[in-house]
């Protein structure tokens, strides 16, 4: 009560006041391009066009991802931008609380049949340079919107990547070769359940194909991935 005075809500973004805490401004949720069908039924990569409900993007079909289905709630443009660099390097976790709310909706496919969430880990040296795991904060937010189970500990990063930040597509996939390993007792904690990989901003797939391989030969039946945020080409799609 006595912060709300002393700090009235503003928005996540530009900092305009809110009559909420924890939400964008009217002006910046309209600069949000929500990711909605027609998608890829794979990768979610937003059509803009429907070609029928199996219709593969061309990218699913020429590089095949380990995963079964990828969403996003948002396209990854300018105030997304911010809102996950805040989120990342902040020191705002509650920026999670908002993003995890466009998540449970755009996710909505993934929920059924009870799935666990785990989120991509940091390495522990980087998190204790950035006091929270991003994707552990979204992973948490999100588990409390669809009631769903969170495991923050099921995979583990073993070794630490330089930031994928400015490395191309096979860069990136050697960047990450061989980083993650999953928890001893995976097929005891999973029971060979679904998982629901969760990160911040899919961008190439690097991190979280890596991710969903170390997965599912640790035993997990299959692996879906849920972002925030996710980097579309041609960004300016009439959506
Ligand atoms: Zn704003």
Not at 191 to 197: H, I, S, Y
Not at 206 to 211: I, L, R, S
Request: net charge positive.
């Amino acid at each position: 009560m006595l912060l709300d005075i002393a700090y009235p809500p503003v928005c996540l973004n530009c900092d305009a006041p809110t009559a909420a805490p924890d939400v964008l401004c009217a002006n910046c949720f309209h600069r949000l391009r929500p990711i909605t069908a027609p998608l890829c039924p794979v990768l979610g990569l937003p059509f803009e066009v429907s070609l029928g409900p199996d219709m593969l993007s061309a990218e699913a079909i020429a590089d095949p991802p380990p995963f079964s289905r990828a969403r996003s709630a948002v396209v990854y443009n300018e105030v997304a931008r911010t809102l996950v660099s805040r989120l990342k390097y902040g020191d705002r976790p509650e920026l999670a609380r908002f993003c995890a709310r466009l998540m449970a909706g755009a996710g909505h496919e993934l929920w059924p049949g009870n799935p666990i969430l785990v989120p991509v880990p940091l390495h522990p040296t980087r998190q204790r340079e950035r006091r929270y795991n991003q994707s552990a904060e979204l992973a948490q937010a999100l588990g409390k919107y669809t009631g769903l189970a969170v495991d923050t500990d099921l995979v583990r990063r073993i070794r630490k990547t330089r930031q994928q930040v400015g490395l191309s597509g096979d860069g990136r996939q050697r960047n990450v070769a061989g980083a993650f390993a999953v928890h001893p007792d995976m097929l005891l904690r999973s029971k060979g359940r679904r998982v629901v990989l969760v990160d911040d901003v899919y961008t190439t797939g690097a991190t979280t194909k890596a991710v969903t391989r170390v997965l599912l030969k640790g035993g997990a039946e299959s692996v879906d991935v849920m972002s925030f945020a996710r980097v579309v080409i041609g960004t300016e799609l009439p959506i």
